[in-house]
């Protein structure tokens, strides 16, 4: 399984190796806000160009935007995470 589904088990969890899993390395990274995420986006490749550039980040923008925006808890434990982490997070 790949680390973000082991993370998402890692909630129903306080111990065990799905948590080893989040935190290793550093832990997982914050959510990237849209913006972030487009500027990351500008350091890709992609097979065709940058044609698919445009899409990816409004794919991204609008999934960002669809389950932030009904989430009415979130819950980040054990991730290691610093300030800046959580001060990324806090900007959206």
């Known amino acids: 399984r790949s680390t973000s589904a082991r993370c998402a088990t890692a909630r129903s969890t306080t111990t ?3 948590l080893d899993d989040c935190t ?6 914050s959510p990237l806000l849209p913006c972030a995420f487009a500027a990351e ?5 992609f097979t065709n160009g940058k044609e698919d550039y445009p899409l990816v980040k409004g794919l991204y923008e609008a999934a960002f935007k669809e389950q932030f925006g009904k989430a009415t808890e979130l819950k980040y434990h054990y991730l290691g995470w610093g300030d800046a982490e959580e001060a990324q997070l806090a900007e959206g």
């Open 16 to 18: 065990g190796a799905s």
């Open 24 to 29: 290793q390395d550093g832990g997982r990274r």
């Open 41 to 45: 986006l500008e350091s890709k490749s």
